[in-house]
């Protein structure tokens, strides 16, 4: 089982930045997934889903900024971040719907300076 997210980096606030979760799981098509992130002293809140179908939700703070998205033939997750501001920087992480603890990687970290 490995779920390895990649792509985050610094940005200035309004910037962007596309995730990509590369996942060995078995039956990935039929997973709900789910980036998540964990800020600086705070607890991890998830932030976007897709379920096995492609239906989307999304954190009331990431509507319209963010877009979840997946490829079941790459075993591919992203999550293409637009508009970033400061309150954003976390470390982001994916995994399924509902998590499996076996499941969380070392995430990727996003700054985003202001």
């Known amino acids: 089982v490995q779920l390895q997210a990649s792509g985050g980096g610094l940005v200035h606030t309004g910037g962007s930045l596309r995730l990509s979760c590369a996942v060995s799981i078995d039956r990935f098509r039929f997973k709900h997934m789910g980036w998540y992130r964990q800020a600086p002293e705070k607890q991890r809140e998830l932030v976007a889903t897709v379920t096995a179908t492609g239906a989307t939700n999304y954190a009331t703070s990431v509507k319209g900024r963010f877009t979840i998205s997946r490829d079941n033939a790459k075993n591919s997750v992203y999550l293409q971040m637009n508009s970033l501001k400061p309150e954003d920087t976390a470390v982001y992480y994916c995994?399924?719907?509902?998590?499996?603890?076996?499941?969380w990687g070392q995430g990727t970290e996003v700054t985003v300076s202001s």
């Open positions: 995994n399924v719907v509902p998590t499996r603890d076996n499941y």
